[in-house]
């Protein structure tokens, strides 16, 4: 039951940062340039992302899709991160490559809460 609990305060620090981080990227998407202060900011907040998203799935890896959405959160948390410190990099590229990570991120947490519920029912039907 520990493990489920942990996962859910996982998924809704996952969660936060995706609103907080989408609301960021639409207020810039509309500048050519972003200061100093904020670059740092939002390169944090990837670099949070990407340990977190690291280290999430550990429990669940001996599942096939699950290593499958493993790597995908993994690879598209990279890209973020590589396309951001990109100084050429385009803000829309960025907003595109945001939307897979938040893609896969939904794909997983659905996966996640399904194990949740299951295991969460047998804990009670046991109890």
Known sequence: MKNVIEYEYQISLINLIIKSTSDILMLIKTKKEVDGSLFNSITMIFIMLQRIVRLLPEVLTNQAKFEFLR???????????NNWRDKN?????????????VFWWREYEDGITKIQESKHAIYLSLN
């Open 71 to 81: 790597n995908e959160l993994i690879y598209c948390s990279d890209s973020l991160i």
């Open 89 to 101: 990099s385009e803000i829309a590229n960025l907003n595109d490559k945001w939307t897979e990570f």
